[in-house]
């Protein structure tokens, strides 16, 4: 029930249901509704209780947002990494306009008839009734007006609550509140207050958020839970105005520079919009290791293997629709100086060859793998052409960034319990380690500190690449995820790539 001052030709043509019925009135409201209709015809504005059969319009949807309920249910992999919102900061609250204490009977200007009319009720309380007007003042002795409440800023922070982006599909708008006006109307007196302060809106997103404005420069990269930027801030109050008697602006000026002119200067008083911002919102989980390899090679069996994760298993392509992530505890038999705190393993959709040109789940998902810092290449050992598979994948990451090529790696044979692998894993193995070459990356990494010009041409170097020129993987293990063998040597090695390996700052494309 919302309460709407209609003017009478509005409410003419307007349709307006009571919440008693259509053409009914409850008849608490039927007085009102009778009232109303009698100033109606009076054309005068009326107030009556109603709720206005045409909904609040929408906030434009935008096109990330315009994803059917539906959609984001049947295909949330497509919607749980990217988001476009918009937000608004609240506007800042109005200041007043403020008239002066009536002063003492000869402060009236002479000339109107030796101190002229004076309302004795009110000169009482000014100065001229003895009583000396106190005021708050700044530090320039000037006396202090009160402004308008400042608007809520939008804030977004990193929260380990948040798993997906999913729910800035649902709402695509955020806005903070309007700082509050300044209460007080009437004459200037020191119990006066500022406005109070509009809250600040505080939105959670997953930590690994990137935050950008749409089309436009990132703005922060929420990478560590509790990590925050803000994105719209608020407006700021409007000031307080006295209004003065020309007669008596002299005197006003001399307790504030903020006297009242011109009817224009009103404006000041208006609290200032608060900003209104579109954002792009792209989530890169982060996990320090990633699993890739082609549908149905046994990633999920893995991670549910080494981690306390349960990903969704079956004998079908395409199970893993969204990045799954897993903790690796640490290895207290490491030193010190080893990699022996805990890891994040993160187990990513399968890659089909053309992946990098939408094929399959398509290439997006393989921004999951920029903050990673060891991949881990899981390759069916059982499969036709075991090799080539691996090939296929090697390809598309580096189809859609070569720098993934360099990192460090690790391939695990899986499958090695079926009798087609088991008799070819270790020529498998060979055939696999000997795909690649040597310190590719070192040289790299000293060409970065020779001269970091070559950076630039790197990238058309890589174009060049084959998947020989990049380095071979760290080790190739036989395993068989599902029947725990080869999982310590596997855990062993990918604890020495985590310890080996630097963060670096890989570049996506
Ligand atoms: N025999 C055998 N089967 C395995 C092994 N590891 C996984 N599997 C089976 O392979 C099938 C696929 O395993 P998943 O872990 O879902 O494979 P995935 O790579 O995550 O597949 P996507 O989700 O499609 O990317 C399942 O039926 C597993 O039980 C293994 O070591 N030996």
Not at 190 to 214: C, D, I, Q, W, Y
């Amino acid at each position: 029930m919302a309460t709407l001052l209609l003017p009478s030709h509005a409410a003419s043509h307007r349709r307006v249901i009571f919440s008693g019925g259509l053409n009914q009135p409850p008849p608490d409201l039927l007085g009102s509704t009778l009232r109303a209709e009698s100033r109606r015809q009076r054309h005068r504005p009326i107030a009556v209780e109603c709720r206005a059969t045409t909904r609040a319009k929408e906030p434009a949807a935008t096109s990330a947002g315009a994803a059917a309920p539906q959609a984001l249910a049947k295909e949330a992999h497509k919607y749980f990494d990217h988001a476009v919102v918009s937000v608004r900061a609240g506007d800042g609250g109005h200041g007043a306009v403020l008239n002066m204490p009536l002063g003492p009977s000869t402060d009236a200007p002479k000339s109107r008839g030796g101190g002229g009319r004076v309302d004795k009720s009110k000169s009482k309380r000014g100065s001229g009734g003895g009583k000396k007007v106190a005021y708050k003042r700044n530090y320039d002795g000037s006396v202090s007006l009160p402004v308008g409440g400042h608007g809520g800023d939008v804030v977004l922070y990193a929260d380990e609550a948040e798993e997906t982006l999913l729910g800035f599909h649902r709402k695509t708008r955020y806005c903070a509140k309007r700082g509050g006006n300044v209460g007080a109307t009437g004459t200037l007196s020191s119990r006066m207050h500022n406005g109070f302060a509009g809250e600040t809106l505080r939105v959670p997103v997953p930590v690994g958020t990137v935050v950008r404005r749409k089309k436009g420069p990132v703005l922060a990269d929420l990478a560590r839970p509790g990590d925050e930027v803000l994105v719209a801030r608020g407006g700021q109050g409007g000031i307080s105005l006295i209004d003065a008697p020309e007669y008596r602006r002299g005197k006003a000026m001399a307790l504030s520079p903020n006297v009242m002119r011109d009817v224009t200067d009103k404006a000041l008083t208006h609290g200032q919009p608060g900003e209104e911002i579109n954002l792009e919102l792209i989530l890169r989980v982060v996990a320090d290791v990633g699993l890739v390899g082609l549908p149905n090679a046994g990633k999920s069996t893995l991670l549910s293997a080494i981690t306390l994760a349960r990903p969704d298993i079956a004998d079908y392509p395409f199970t893993t629709l969204m990045p799954n992530l897993g903790r690796l505890g640490g290895d207290p038999t490491l030193g010190a100086l080893q990699f022996s705190s805990g890891a994040t393993l993160a187990d990513l959709p399968g890659l089909i060859e053309g992946a990098h040109l939408g094929k399959g789940l398509g290439r997006n998902f393989l921004r999951h793998l920029r903050r990673t810092r060891v991949i881990v290449h899981v390759v069916d050992a059982a499969a036709d052409d075991p090799v080539n598979d691996y090939k296929i994948v090697r390809e598309e990451l580096r189809m859609y960034n070569p720098k993934y090529l360099e990192r460090p790696y690790v391939v695990v044979l899986n499958k090695i319990d079926l009798p087609k692998a088991q008799d070819r894993s270790s020529s498998l193995a060979f055939e696999i380690s000997s795909v690649g070459c040597e310190e590719v990356h070192d040289k790299h990494a000293s060409n970065d500190k020779i001269n970091e010009n070559l950076i630039e041409n790197r990238v058309s170097e890589d174009d060049d690449k084959e998947l020989g020129d990049y380095p071979r993987p760290q080790a190739v293990i036989g395993a068989s995820v599902l029947r725990h063998i080869g999982i310590d040597e596997m855990l062993k090695e990918i604890r020495t790539a985590l310890g080996k390996c630097s963060d670096r700052n890989l570049q996506e494309p």
